[in-house]
C-alpha cells in the first residue's frame, strides 16, 4: 500500500496552523494560572557572612526542639509571676579558687538558698558546677541553669553531653566579631545590650533573638531616688515572654544591694544577677542567703536573719544594733 506523503502534509497544515494560533490566544492565559498556582522560587541563604551589613542577621538564633527546651527552661528559672528572681555570680580569686569539692558544696549550697542560677566567667568551673547540678534532677530543688558570663568564648564551656553551660552571655556589639557557625554552637544566647534601641532590635527579631537580654550598669539608676521612668515605661511594654537580667553589685555599704535590687524589681526587671557574690572565700554562702532572704522580704532591708543575729561587737556576717551586716571580704 503507498501513502501519498504530500496528501498527510497537506492535511496536517491547516491542523497545525489551527495549534499555533490557539497557542497565541489562550497562552497569557495559561501563563497567568500557572503563576498563581506555582508559588515563586525562594532563594535560601545557606549561612549569613559577619560583614557590617549582615550584623543584624547574625543575631538571629536558630532553635532546635532541644534549644528550645533549654530556652525555656532558662526563661523559667529567671522569671517569676511577681518579683525578680536572684542569680548569683562565682567568680573566684587567683588565690581563693576552690577545691571541686568545695565548689560541688557551694554549687549545692546556692541551689538549696533558692538561686535562681549561677553565672560565672571561670571556665575551669562550668563543668564542675553542671555537673553537680544535673546530679540533683529529680530532687527538690532540682538543678539551676549554669550560664557563661566570661569575655574569652572558650568551646569547652558549652554543652557537651549536656553538661556544660546552660546559656553564653555575648555582648551584642561584640557579634560582628564572631562568625556565624560560632554563634550557634554556643548554643543559648543572652544578649547583653548597652541602650534602648539595642533591645528594640533585639525584640523585632524573629523570636526576639531568643527574648532573654542582661542590662547593662549604664542603664540602671545607681540609687533608689533615681525613679528611672523612662526604663520602666520601656519595660513595661515588652512582650512578655522576654526576661531582662540586671547586674546588682554585692556588698554596697550599708547592705544597700538589698533596696536596690528590690528597686529594680519594682521596675519590672524580670531577674537580678548579683555580681561577684561568691569568690571562693567562708563568706560565699553566708552572704548568698543574706541577699537572697533580703531581697525577698517584704519588709524593709534592716532585718535578723536566721544565722546572722547578733550584736556586731567585732564579729563579720551579723547583724549591727544599726542593723548594718559587716563583711570580712570588705575589710
Known sequence: MTIDVRCCFTMAAPSLLLLAAASLIYLPFLSSICAFVVPPAVHVQKGPQ????????????????????KLDTIKLALKRPRGASISIEYNPSSDSSLSDGDLSILSMSLRRSKTSAIFTSDVSSVKKIAKEQESSRGDFPGPVPVIYFGRELVGDVFNDDDIGASAVVVEYES??????????????????????????????????????????????????????????????????????????????????????????????????????????????????????????????????????????????????????????RNE
Not at 265 to 276: D, T
Open 50 to 69: 559577619t560583614t557590617p551589613t549582615s550584623l543584624f542577621s547574625t543575631k538571629e538564633q536558630i532553635f532546635t526542639h532541644s534549644s528550645i527546651d
Open 175 to 328: 557579634a560582628d566579631k564572631l562568625d556565624m557557625e560560632s554563634l550557634q554552637n554556643m548554643g543559648i544566647i543572652i544578649w547583653k545590650v548597652n541602650d534602648i534601641q539595642q533591645i528594640q532590635q533585639l525584640v523585632d527579631m524573629d523570636s526576639h533573638a531568643g527574648g532573654v537580654y542582661m542590662l547593662s550598669k549604664d542603664m540602671l539608676p545607681s540609687s533608689i531616688e533615681d525613679d528611672a521612668l523612662e526604663l520602666k515605661d520601656i519595660l513595661s511594654s515588652l512582650p512578655k515572654s522576654v526576661v531582662t537580667i540586671a547586674p546588682l553589685q554585692s556588698m554596697l555599704p550599708e547592705n544597700a544591694e538589698v533596696s536596690l535590687g528590690k528597686h529594680y524589681a519594682s521596675l519590672g526587671i524580670s531577674s537580678l544577677l548579683l555580681s561577684n557574690a561568691c569568690v571562693g572565700d567562708e563568706e560565699d554562702i553566708k552572704y548568698s542567703q543574706f541577699v537572697i532572704e533580703g531581697i525577698n522580704k517584704k519588709s524593709s532591708s534592716s532585718f535578723s536573719m536566721t544565722g546572722l543575729t547578733g550584736s556586731a561587737n567585732g564579729h563579720f556576717g551579723v547583724s549591727s544594733h544599726e542593723g548594718e551586716v559587716k563583711w570580712r
